[in-house]
């Protein structure tokens, strides 16, 4: 039924009683058979839906596989270009320099100064907020 060899012949006759019958001729595997018009309808669908349902499936596939390959390829370049890592250096504590300003100018990455402020307190052993001038601290800083 779903064979690609089928061909058809549409003929109008008259019968006996002078009623004009529509009917086609079905041409598949080397017989010859009529069908209807509703069956040749159908085979005409189901070749013509077979046809849509392959060329469907591949551009649905094509899709995906731009989606994933395009996608992932472009966010790892924009990631790798935007990550930054973690490393920790030392810097001398000058006359006015606070853990809060200190912050400011070296927590940037951190979206609340309290965060980079309790760590560089962490990495010190700092109990308070008093840094003293002269004196070296560790604080996180990203490249």
Do not use: C
């Not at 005409?44 to 596939?61: C, D, E, P, W, Y």
């Amino acid at each position: 039924m779903y064979e690609a060899n089928i061909r058809y012949r549409h003929t109008d006759t008259f019968n006996s009683n002078n009623y004009l019958r529509n009917h086609d001729t079905v041409h598949t595997a080397g017989k010859t058979r009529r069908i209807s018009p509703f069956q040749r309808d159908l085979y005409r669908f189901l070749r013509n839906k077979t046809a849509l349902t392959v060329v469907g499936v591949l551009l649905i596939l094509l899709g995906v596989a731009i989606l994933l390959f395009g996608q992932n390829s472009n966010t790892s370049d924009a990631e790798a270009s935007t990550i930054k890592v973690k490393q920790y250096t030392s810097i001398e504590v000058h006359h006015g320099d606070t853990l809060w300003s200190l912050a400011g100018e070296y927590g940037e990455p951190y979206k609340d100064r309290s965060v980079f402020i309790d760590e560089v307190k962490e990495l010190n052993k700092l109990h308070g907020d008093f840094i003293s001038e002269g004196g070296y601290l560790y604080i996180p800083i990203y490249k």
